[in-house]
């Protein structure tokens, strides 16, 4: 307790302080870099300061240093952000410090906030903390620093700091790993006590993967019943066509409604929108910014996107092009084999597994080209030079989600629209199901624990082994283990699982069963790598899934088109239309009709299916209401005469 910053007031005063974040600095650290750091992190604000509590961690090394937050900074971190808690009368309200009487527990912030609330104000705080005045690092002379500059997302790009990690907490750890996934018997997940955990962006991700996942539960029973009957193709192919598009709009319009629930009861459903910094990898020559008064990094919006024109797309359509080569070397490959297999007669095992190898070595090469583009598109929006961080995670959205989209479907739409060979598509989604699935279940959790056991990292099993250790110990290991990976690959993994659904499901019925026992051991294994083998991630608040929701709504869409398509190239329908005289032109009039019906159809579900509940709507509107009078009260007092 000696060694933390002395609290500035009684009332913040407490006889033990819980470490809450960590910063481990480049070793061997120098102690001029770290006094200054240490000093400029529990400075006040006025001096540019992050009125933090920090504590010089005492590790062998003496490169860690820990930080905390007294009640006072929580509290005005939690108004500037903007969240919304629970006031007296059960509602919820945006929290206001002047009125922090109002809010049950706001003078116990171990109960106000969740470990995860607390570690992201504590964050916030520590990004605010900028330089005065241009001046160089101390230790450092040839690195410095410009007014305004963010202190610690500098010191990180130039590697001064290292690692900058929220803290776990052994005992509340151990208790969302026993309700979430060590006893496997369990239905369902601890959503609230994820969120509380790690955040809302990490329990919104797997709120969505367990919503998904149910929702695919009466698609993966019908397709087991028509798997296994024999059914006409008006029930085989136009049914089950049909039900895919109307499951595909209303899955993700009830999710709508699910995830806007989960935002209110949150907190997050009405964030306060900020003004964003700089990232720390922006550069350019120092100018004046004319919105904050500052200087800081400029580079002219004309100069990027010349990069983005000149190198950023011809990139783009060189890797389509990959992917478009990749597609047609495996159709050569399949109509070899397929012939070979013919002329052979079918005869021995052998000759029967070859007739998959060409889909397994396709589907990959599909995931290869996969990872590459994703480092590739990476650098690429890096190198575009994107001031803020919320436009860089957009850029890179889109330049992964319209190459994953190509490399994953163009060989299906290919074998559906121009070969309108169902027999191989059947063939190439069940592989493209079976082994992508091998591979992910490999890559995220198999791989990492391999690597974390070579390099005999001192992970949190060995941390829980060695009681006896000093705490700062288990902090420094934490440190030891990889950063996550982040959200976006599985986002991405999701998207595609939603794509084979809802655009080919019809061809083959089983792909919900398989995706739904994926999913299953997806949540284990997501759940595990989340908290056993890699670091802890920041929290990040969020009132949905972001750019995702469009692009799962825009596959339903393309789900439309694909299967009436497929309809009107099943040989029961060609038959079917044969018997009744009808022409192939008169049936693809026919196939368009019931496209136009099905899209009418969803447009209508999407507008009868409010975004949210209505007793939500209420909540909303009484809070926009409690915030226009709380406002009209302030003015009024202003305005009033002074007695």
Avoid at 315 to 342: K, N, P
Avoid at 510 to 519: R, S, Y
Wanted: net charge neutral.
């Amino acid at each position: 307790m000696s060694s933390w910053t002395p609290v500035p007031c009684q009332c913040c005063y407490t006889s033990c302080i819980q470490s809450l974040v960590a910063i481990q600095l480049r070793y061997p650290a120098k102690a001029e870099t770290k006094r200054w750091l240490i000093s400029k992190l529990e400075g006040h604000k006025k001096e540019g300061g992050a009125h933090l509590l920090v504590h010089p961690g005492e590790d062998d090394d003496g490169t860690l240093i820990l930080l905390s937050a007294t009640p006072y900074t929580l509290l005005k971190a939690t108004e500037v952000l903007g969240l919304a808690k629970p006031s007296s009368d059960g509602s919820m309200v945006a929290f206001s410090y002047n009125n922090k009487a109002d809010f049950p527990n706001s003078d116990k912030p171990e109960a106000f906030l969740t470990l995860a609330e607390r570690q992201l104000l504590v964050k916030y705080a520590t990004d605010s903390a900028k330089v005065l005045q241009e001046t160089p690092v101390p230790g450092y002379p040839e690195r410095r620093l410009y007014p305004g500059q963010s202190i610690v997302q500098s010191l990180q790009e130039w590697g001064i700091i290292e690692k900058f990690y929220p803290l776990h907490v052994e005992e509340e750890l151990h208790l969302l790993t026993r309700a979430w996934y060590s006893q496997i018997h369990r239905i369902g997940q601890p959503i609230d006590a994820i969120r509380a955990y790690f955040g809302d962006s990490v329990a919104l991700y797997f709120s969505f993967l367990g919503f998904f996942t149910i929702s695919l539960v009466p698609m993966a029973i019908l397709g087991a019943v028509y798997h296994c009957l024999s059914l006409s193709f008006l029930d085989k192919y136009l049914l089950f066509a049909v039900f895919s598009v109307l499951w595909s709009t209303m899955t993700m319009e009830f999710w709508k409604r699910h995830c806007a629930t989960k935002a209110y009861v949150w907190g997050t459903l009405h964030l306060k929108s900020r003004f964003e910094a700089p990232r720390a990898r922006y550069w350019g020559p120092s100018a004046l910014n004319p919105v904050t008064g500052r200087w800081e990094p400029y580079y002219p919006s004309w100069k990027r996107k010349l990069r983005i024109m000149l190198v950023s797309i011809p990139t783009v359509f060189v890797f389509l092009g990959l992917a478009f080569d990749g597609m047609i070397m495996y159709l050569y490959w399949e109509r070899w084999v397929q012939a070979s297999y013919q002329q052979s007669r079918g005869s021995g095992r052998l000759a029967a597994v070859c007739l998959y190898l060409p889909s397994c070595i396709y589907t990959l090469y599909i995931e290869l080209l996969n990872v590459i583009y994703k480092r590739a598109a990476t650098i690429l929006t890096e190198w575009e030079n994107h001031r803020a961080e919320s436009t860089f995670q957009n850029q890179l959205t889109v330049k992964v989600l319209v190459f994953r989209f190509i490399n994953c479907f163009s060989g299906l739409f290919y074998i559906t629209f121009y070969m309108q060979d169902l027999q191989l598509l059947q063939k190439r989604l069940s592989s493209l199901l079976i082994i992508s699935q091998v591979i992910n279940q490999f890559k995220e959790c198999l791989l990492p624990l391999l690597l974390q056991k070579l390099q005999q990292q001192p992970g949190a099993s060995h941390r829980k082994n060695c009681k006896d250790a000093p705490v700062v110990d288990s902090f420094v290991s934490e440190g030891n283990l990889s950063a996550y990976p982040g959200l976006f690959d599985d986002y991405m993994e999701l998207f595609v699982q939603f794509g084979y659904a809802s655009l080919f499901s019809c061809v083959y019925p089983l792909t919900a069963a398989l995706l739904v026992v994926n999913n299953i051991t997806e949540i284990w294994t997501d759940s595990f790598k989340l908290c056993r083998l890699f670091q802890k991630p920041f929290p990040c608040p969020a009132a949905n899934i972001g750019v995702w929701q469009v692009a799962f709504e825009v596959l339903g869409i393309f789900a439309v088109g694909t299967n009436c398509f497929i309809i009107t190239i099943s040989p029961e329908v060609k038959e079917f239309c044969q018997d009744f005289g009808m022409t192939p032109e008169q049936s693809l009039l026919y196939a368009i009709g019931l496209e136009h019906i099905l899209v009418t159809l969803k447009i209508v579900l999407a507008f009868a299916i409010p975004d949210q509940p209505h007793w939500l709507r209420i909540k909303v509107m009484q809070m926009e209401y409690h915030s226009w009078d709380a406002l009209k009260q302030a003015e009024i007092k202003r305005a009033l005469p002074i007695c």
